[in-house]
């Protein structure tokens, strides 16, 4: 979504100017809010969520991780 948004602010003028907009959010939504806090209130509460999250991928869940 966070490209999507990008493309169309870079096709105006001046819209080059957002091009660290992408990668901010990404690295704000993975490691500071959004998928970190999620991951740590679920391990507390749910029995398996950490196995789970050993296996799957945050942002594209239809891909699994290899086993390790």
């Not at 740590?40 to 509460?45: F, H, N, P, Q, T």
């Not at 789970?52 to 086993?67: E, K, Q, S, V």
């Amino acid at each position: 979504m966070w490209l999507g948004m990008y493309a169309l602010a870079a096709s105006t003028p001046g819209g080059w100017l957002t091009v660290l907009s992408p990668p901010l959010m990404t690295l704000l939504l993975m490691r500071v809010s959004g998928v970190t806090l999620l991951g740590d209130g679920l391990k507390a509460s749910k029995p398996g969520y950490r196995a789970y999250m050993a296996r799957t991928p945050a942002f594209f869940p239809w891909l699994p991780r290899a086993p390790r």
